[in-house]
């Protein structure tokens, strides 16, 4: 079987990662986060106060990235894939409210997007990889045979976020959440590093109204006439 690259990009809380993960597991696949990655550097520059509700030294950052190590493992006995940060499990640290409300500014940086993106490169060099992100189609695999732009409502996409969110106990409200959706668009579409946009070339899906089941059949289907156009 011929090995491809998969990138799918889009807005926030599109179900993006939930498609990357079964894609890859069905066509056995590496999957590769790489929003996670955005937000366990966001998690550091919290940990080390170089960002808070008033103040962002992006100076203090770009100083300490060479101190930063990032490592995806697969955890067999769950099936889940996990982020480590300097060799600690922070895969569940980084989904908070408040780290989501810090990584927009932190991936606006420059020297943070060239760090992760070669790192991506380098995951990526051998194929048979879905990675998903906002630049992936269009920075770090523009050569990917398969491009995905997943979009849907900021309201509906607030709506699955506030569900994730109580259902690990967070306390958070659904306007907080929709805020939080509507300002990291802003920021990741407006940004001059990389911006969310859609590859000429990828496969626009509006996701508003499909279930996961449909969402996960139309986009494999075309994963294999992908696969099958370069037998
Ligand atoms: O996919 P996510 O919501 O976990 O991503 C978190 C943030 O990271 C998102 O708001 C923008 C940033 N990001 C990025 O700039 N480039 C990527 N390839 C992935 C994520």
New binding site residues.
């Given amino acids: 079987m011929p090995n491809i690259t998969i990138a799918i ?1 889009g807005y ?2 599109t179900g ?2 939930t498609v990357a993960k079964q894609l890859a597991d069905w066509l056995n696949y590496l999957y590769i ?7 366990a550097i ?1 998690l550091y520059a919290m940990e080390q106060e170089f960002i808070d509700e008033e103040n962002f030294d992006r100076e203090a950052l770009i100083v300490s990235l060479p101190k930063i190590s990032l490592a995806f493992k697969k955890n067999e006995a769950h099936g889940t894939h996990e982020i480590y940060l300097n060799g600690r499990n922070v895969s569940s640290e ?1 989904r908070t409210l408040q780290v ?1 409300e810090f ?2 500014p ?3 940086v420059s020297e943070v ?1 060239r760090k ?1 993106v070669e790192q ?1 490169q380098q995951m990526a060099r051998g194929g048979r990889v879905v990675m ?5 189609g269009t920075v ?1 695999l523009p050569q990917a045979e398969l491009k995905i732009f997943m979009t849907a409502s900021a309201k509906e996409r607030a709506k699955r976020r506030y569900k994730e969110l109580r259902e690990r106990g967070d306390d958070v409200t659904f306007e907080e959440v929709l805020e939080n959706v509507n300002e ?1 668009d802003r ?2 579409t407006t ?1 001059k590093d ?1 911006p ?1 946009k859609k590859a000429s070339d990828a496969i626009a899906i509006d996701n508003s109204e499909m279930n996961l089941e449909d969402q996960f059949h139309t986009i494999l289907q075309l994963a294999q006439d992908r696969i099958a156009g370069r037998v």
């Fill in positions: 990009d926030s809380s993006k990662s986060d790489t929003g996670a990655m955005y937000r966001t980084i989501s990584v927009s932190i991936a606006t997007r992760l991506q998903d992100g906002r630049d992936i770090v990291r920021i990741d940004r990389s969310l």
